[in-house]
T-cell receptor, first 114, second 115 residues
C-alpha cells in the first residue's frame, strides 16, 4: 500500500520570495515520485520526477524537489516565486505499472501575493 | 507529448439525468484513463480503457454508473449516469507517455455540477 500527504492545502507567498510545498509519502516499494501542476482550466502538467537516479531533481520553471528517504519526504521548492506560479500542485507516488499504480495527494493551492 | 481535449469543459445538470464526456487525443494511444476529482479531494482513478475491449474499473466504480466507450485509438467517452449531487466533480482523462509509463498526460478536465 502507498499513500501521499500534502501537508498544506493552501500556501501563500509574496512574489519574489521562496516557495516550499511539502509532501510526505509512504510506500512498500522503492517509489517513483512526481510533482504535477494544474493551472486554472488547464490539464495537469508534469513538473518533475524522481526515480532514484539523483535525490535532488530539477524540473521546469525553476522548481526542484529533494527526495529524503529518512524523512519520507519529497518537498517542492522554488527560490523566487512568480505570479505565473499560482496554481494547484499535486504530489504523486507510483509503485510502477502505469496509471493504476499512481496515488495522488490532495493538492496544495499556491497563492502568489503581488 | 500528447495534446488532449475534453468536451464539455463544464456543465450543470439536473439529478437523474446523464452526461457523456468526450476525450480526444492528438495521437494514437493504447490505453486511456478516466479520473474523478471531487471538491477538495485528490484524483481517483475510475477506469482504464483499452481500444477494442471492455474498460477495467477500479474498486468502487461500476460500469452501470460510469459506462465507457473506446471506439478507436484517439477517442473515448465517459458517461455519468443517473446523476446525483454527489457526482459533482471534475472528470479528467489521461494517456500514458509511451516512453515512460509512470508519466501521464492529462486533459483539461470537465467540471460537472449536479443540482
Amino acid at each position: 500500500a502507498q499513500s501521499v500527504t500534502q501537508l498544506d492545502s493552501h500556501v501563500s507567498v509574496s512574489e519574489g520570495t521562496p516557495v516550499l510545498l511539502r509532501c510526505n509519502y509512504s510506500s512498500s516499494y522503492s517509489p517513483s515520485l512526481f510533482w504535477y501542476v494544474q493551472h486554472p482550466n488547464k490539464g495537469l502538467q508534469l513538473l518533475l520526477k524522481y526515480t532514484s537516479a539523483a535525490t535532488l531533481v530539477k524540473g521546469i520553471n525553476g522548481f526542484e524537489a529533494e527526495f529524503k528517504k529518512s524523512e519520507t519526504s519529497f518537498h517542492l521548492t522554488k527560490p523566487s516565486a512568480h505570479m505565473s506560479d499560482a496554481a494547484e500542485y499535486f504530489c504523486v507516488v507510483s509503485s510502477g505499472g502505469g496509471a493504476d499504480g499512481l496515488t495522488f495527494g490532495k493538492g496544495t493551492h499556491l497563492i502568489i501575493q503581488p | 507529448s500528447a495534446v488532449i481535449s475534453q468536451k464539455p469543459s463544464r456543465d450543470i445538470c439536473q439529478r437523474g439525468t446523464s452526461l457523456t464526456i468526450q476525450c480526444q487525443v492528438d495521437s494514437q494511444v493504447t490505453m486511456m484513463f478516466w479520473y474523478r476529482q471531487q471538491p477538495g479531494q485528490s484524483l481517483t482513478l475510475i477506469a482504464t480503457a483499452n481500444q477494442g475491449s471492455e474498460a477495467t474499473y477500479e474498486s468502487g466504480f461500476v460500469i452501470d454508473k460510469f459506462p465507457i466507450s473506446r471506439p478507436n485509438l484517439t477517442f473515448s467517452t465517459l458517461t455519468v449516469s443517473n446523476m446525483s449531487p454527489e457526482d459533482s466533480s471534475i472528470y479528467l482523462c489521461s494517456v500514458e507517455n509511451p516512453r515512460d509509463l509512470d508519466e501521464q498526460y492529462f486533459g483539461p478536465g470537465t467540471r460537472l455540477t449536479v443540482t
